[in-house]
C-alpha cells in the first residue's frame, strides 16, 4: 500500500507542476500581451495604407499627383494618341521591356509612383508646362532620365520604369491605391 501511495503522490505532483506550469505561461501571455499587440500598425497608418481617388474630375490629357504611403502618385488620363504611342512603342528597344497592356489595367489610366528608379528623384512631367523629354511622358532633369507615355525607361541612367503600386478601380470612376481587396 505504501508503494500505491508513492505513485499516487508521484502523479498528484507531476500534475501540480504541469498545472503550475500551464498557469505560469498563461500568465506571461496575458502580461505580454499588450506589448505585442502595440507593435500593430496604429489606425492612422492603416488608413494610409489605401487611399481612394475620385476621377471624375481628371479631363483626358490631364496629369495629377496624389500621395499613398508618402511617394507620389503619378495619374495621367491618357488620350487615344497617347494610348495608340503607347502600344505602337511597345517594339521599340528599352533598357525595361514592359508592354503597355501589363503597365496600366485600364488603357486610358496610367497610374505609376513618381520617383525615378536612378537615384530617387521626382521627375518632371506632370504640369502642363513641364518638359515631358523625348517620349512626351516624365524626364528627371537630375540626371537625364527620359520615361515614355507608359512610364518605361527610354534613355538615360534610370535602371528600369517606373514602378506600379498596387491599384484596382473598385468602381467605373475611382481609383483606389494600396491593397485591392475590401478592406
Not at 44 to 73: F, H, M, Y
Not at 127 to 154: E, L, M, T
Request: aromatic residues 8%; contains cysteine.
Amino acid at each position: 500500500m505504501t508503494e500505491e501511495k508513492t505513485n499516487t503522490s508521484l502523479v498528484r505532483r507531476d500534475f501540480i507542476h504541469v498545472a503550475s506550469g500551464a498557469l505560469g505561461a498563461t500568465g506571461v501571455v496575458f502580461a505580454t500581451w499588450p506589448f505585442i499587440d502595440s507593435m500593430n500598425p496604429a489606425a492612422d497608418v492603416l488608413a494610409l495604407a489605401n487611399v481612394e481617388v475620385d476621377l471624375t474630375s481628371i479631363s483626358i490629357g490631364e496629369r495629377v499627383t496624389v500621395k499613398w504611403q508618402g511617394k507620389p502618385i503619378f495619374i495621367a488620363r491618357r488620350s487615344e494618341a497617347e494610348i495608340a504611342q503607347a502600344r505602337l512603342d511597345n517594339t521599340a528597344s528599352m533598357a525595361d521591356r514592359e508592354l503597355d497592356e501589363t503597365r496600366a489595367k485600364s488603357p486610358e489610366w496610367l497610374v505609376a509612383i513618381g520617383i525615378c528608379t536612378h537615384l530617387g528623384c521626382v521627375p518632371v512631367g506632370q504640369k502642363a508646362g513641364d518638359d515631358r523629354g523625348q517620349w512626351n511622358g516624365w524626364f528627371c532633369p537630375c540626371h537625364g532620365s527620359h520615361y515614355d507615355v507608359s512610364g518605361r525607361i527610354r534613355k538615360g541612367p534610370a535602371p528600369r520604369n517606373l514602378d506600379i503600386p498596387p491599384y484596382s478601380f473598385p468602381k467605373p470612376q475611382v481609383l483606389r491605391i494600396g491593397a485591392t481587396d475590401k478592406v
